[in-house]
């Protein structure tokens, strides 16, 4: 049986008195890309902002490779390898590509694993390796959309929460964004996706939940949301 990485219990999150987070549980093993669907507003940032420790939860527990870690400080959540890729990018302009990477390391002592780290990235997106020394302001939206990846794939996470990553690319940079997300996992990362276009995230996950104010109201294999009528109605259209 694979190991649990990700557990939410009961979670509940407010944001003053909005009550964004009305108790959700989830799940996620070892090796799985899980999706979170939903409207605009549904919650689904907000439960990964819990998740990473941006935002607090009033009642409930995250459980995170077997310790809990409602309580524990966002930068203590990102070293023990748990890294929220944020919607909406925030990478920082002013600054290189390369030191934008370096960001996402620099917690590391050792130069060789910060090396290594970032041949991998190069690896994954050849782009960044070519345009290394220029300004990180001066890349397209789907390179920042790499660029972010690649800084949050610096800190060799286990867990990867991404926010909507192909919002507002092109068609083809969203098969692009897709196909490293998939390689990604297939070396080993685990991730939790949060898609508007949940045709594309049915496509690559294993497993979804869906959002709705706040609490799951379905969840199941992808294969069975994708066959589902009320799926289908609300997410995938016509
Ligand atoms: N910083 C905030 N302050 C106050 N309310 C917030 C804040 N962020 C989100 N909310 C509210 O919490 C609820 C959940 O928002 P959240 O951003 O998690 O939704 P979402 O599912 O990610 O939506 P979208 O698809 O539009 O990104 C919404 O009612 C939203 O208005
Ligand atoms: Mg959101």
Do not use: W
């Not at 557990?7 to 999150?13: A, D, F, K, S």
């Not at 309580?71 to 934008?100: A, C, T, W, Y």
């Not at 991998?120 to 972010?148: C, H, K, T, W, Y």
């Not at 069975?224 to 997410?235: F, T, V």
């Amino acid at each position: 049986m694979s190991e649990t990485v990700l557990t939410l219990e009961n979670v509940e999150t407010y944001y003053g008195k909005i009550h964004a987070l009305r108790g959700i549980s989830l799940s996620v093993k070892q090796g799985q890309i899980v999706t979170l669907l939903g409207a605009n507003g549904a919650g689904k940032s907000t439960t990964l902002r819990t998740v990473s420790g941006l935002v607090r939860c009033a009642k409930g527990r995250v459980i995170f490779l077997g310790k809990d870690i409602t309580r524990i400080d966002p930068h203590h959540i990102v070293r023990r390898g748990l890294i929220q890729v944020p919607e909406g990018r925030r990478i920082f302009k002013g600054m290189s590509i390369q030191e934008n990477l370096e960001l996402g390391s620099f917690t590391l002592k050792d130069d060789a694993e910060r090396r290594r780290r970032m041949a991998r990235v190069f690896d994954i997106f050849p782009i960044l390796e070519q345009r290394r020394n220029q300004d990180a302001s001066l890349l397209s939206g789907g390179e920042q959309q790499m660029l972010a990846m690649g800084r949050g794939l610096m800190t060799d996470p286990k867990l990867l929460l991404l926010d909507e990553p192909s919002m507002g690319l092109a068609p083809f940079l969203v098969q692009e964004i897709m196909r490293i997300i998939r390689r990604l996992n297939e070396d080993g990362v685990t991730i939790l996706l949060v898609e508007q276009n949940a045709k594309v995230a049915l496509k690559l996950a294993d497993y979804g939940y869906v959002l709705e104010t706040g609490r799951i109201v379905m969840e199941s294999d992808a294969a069975s949301l994708q066959q589902d009528e009320r799926i289908i109605k609300a997410y995938l259209g016509t």
